[in-house]
């Protein structure tokens, strides 16, 4: 029987896991490595601290496969373990993947994209707390891969499914409602040859039109109602552009900048659009602070993670950092979602019931964001200066 010991253990890697980094593990049969491999484990090792590989012995390798590997196990283990962006390199007998969690704890789960997907499994991951990634193969992404002039909406909705960004950091409504809603609107733009640039500027317009149904109109329940439903339109179509860019190949750093700048703009002009109505209303003057407060919480929060990230990227090139949102639970980002925000406004036409809502929510955010701000400032000085 072949050795089945790792090459090196966790533990031993670059001394210790990582205090604040991210643990990754992919797995394969690695036979006859060539480039497509190499290129997807420097793909992962990019987006986590320190990458656990799994190799599959001859056996299960056999077993999944209807083939044995030409390439003995302790070899395609060897090369592996050899590899710059591998940390650690361990036997894998089984395709169980939260017995594998159970003993490898690792938090981000990188899949090739060719695999056949296993959602049930994916979703049972999620839950407790681990990101699965899906790498794209030089033959499945870029602009020929969606760019098929025959390729449906349901294919391309498809090949989004594989394209998805990590949840950590994310609220359960992003996860589980916007995204999947963005999905669509991008395979549908992809279908229409679309631009991740033009999805924005339709966020952009879209988000004007709820902004407006809030400030212009005399609340009532209506226009609370239409503004809810055309502000988290908005907000599917501010998902849909970057998966729109993941999809194509088609995002650049203009791009990104386009999108932060409407997001800035998007979230000023709501808040602003509450105290236009309640000075229109004669909402007494003390309830006038709140939007105030609100808008200032959002856009230091939204600027500070902002900040901190490309920081902590600068100093760490090769790595993806980890920002601090991660370590909030799904529901305890709830209350900072812009979905949710945009969900509030369902109370719009009954005063004594929004505001104190609104209120709730300003303060969450100014709760989450001391939070986050000690921890950014903490990271960052412990990190020192680049």
Same mark, same amino acid.
């Given at each position: 029987m072949p050795d089945r010991q790792p090459t090196r253990s966790p533990q031993h890697a670059? +001394?210790?896991r990582p205090a604040d980094g991210r643990v990754g593990f992919a797995t394969g049969a690695f036979d006859l490595f060539d480039a497509t491999q190499l290129h997807l484990l420097e793909d992962a090792s990019s987006r986590? &601290?320190?990458?656990?590989? +799994?190799?599959?012995?001859?056996?299960?390798?056999? *077993?999944?496969?209807?083939? *044995?590997? @030409?390439?003995?196990?302790?070899?395609? %283990?060897?090369?592996?373990? $050899?590899?710059r962006c591998v940390d650690?390199?361990?036997?894998? $007998?089984?395709? &169980?993947?939260?017995?594998?969690?159970?003993?490898?704890?690792?938090?981000?789960?990188? @899949? #090739? #994209?060719?695999?056949?997907?296993?959602? =049930?499994t994916e979703d049972r991951l999620l839950e407790i707390g681990v990101d699965v990634t899906h790498l794209h193969t030089a033959a499945s992404a870029g602009p020929d891969a969606a760019g098929e002039p025959d390729a449906s909406v349901r294919t391309h909705h498809q090949r989004l499914r594989t394209a998805q960004k990590p949840s950590r950091g994310v609220s359960l409504y !992003? !996860? *589980? @409602?916007?995204?999947?809603a963005g999905r669509w609107l991008a395979a549908l733009a992809a279908t229409l040859r679309m631009t991740p640039d033009q999805l924005t500027w339709a966020s952009a317009l879209v988000s004007l039109v709820g902004v407006s149904l809030v400030a212009l109109p005399e609340p009532s329940p209506l226009t609370g109602v239409l503004a809810a439903l055309v502000l988290a339109a908005a907000f599917a179509l501010d998902s849909a552009d970057g998966q729109l860019a993941r999809l194509t190949g088609g995002g650049s750093a203009a791009g990104e900048w386009l999108d932060h700048v409407v997001d800035c703009a998007v979230k000023i002009c709501l808040h602003s659009a509450v105290l236009v109505a309640w000075y229109r209303t004669g909402v007494p003057a003390g309830w006038l602070l709140v939007p105030l407060l609100f808008v200032l919480a959002s856009l230091v929060l939204f600027q500070g993670g902002t900040l901190a990230a490309k920081l902590l990227e600068a100093r760490s090139s090769t790595r993806t950092p980890a920002t601090g949102a991660g370590r909030l639970s799904p529901v305890l980002l709830l209350p900072v979602d812009h979905g949710v925000i945009s969900a509030?406004? %369902?109370l719009w036409g009954f005063p004594r019931l929004f505001a104190p809502v609104y209120l709730?929510? =300003?303060?969450?955010?100014?709760?989450?964001?001391?939070?986050?701000?000690?921890?950014?400032?903490?990271q960052l000085s412990r990190d020192g200066a680049p």
């Open positions: 670059r +001394g210790h986590c &601290d320190l990458l656990c590989v +799994g190799v599959t012995t001859d056996e299960l390798a056999e *077993r999944l496969h209807g083939v *044995r590997p @030409v390439v003995p196990f302790s070899e395609r %283990l060897l090369i592996v373990s $050899e590899l650690v390199a361990v036997a894998v $007998e089984h395709t &169980d993947a939260l017995e594998l969690w159970e003993s490898l704890r690792f938090d981000e789960l990188f @899949v #090739d #994209d060719r695999a056949p997907a296993d959602p =049930a !992003s !996860s *589980r @409602v916007n995204r999947p509030a406004f %369902l709730a929510l =300003a303060l969450a955010h100014v709760a989450v964001l001391l939070a986050l701000s000690r921890h950014w400032y903490r």
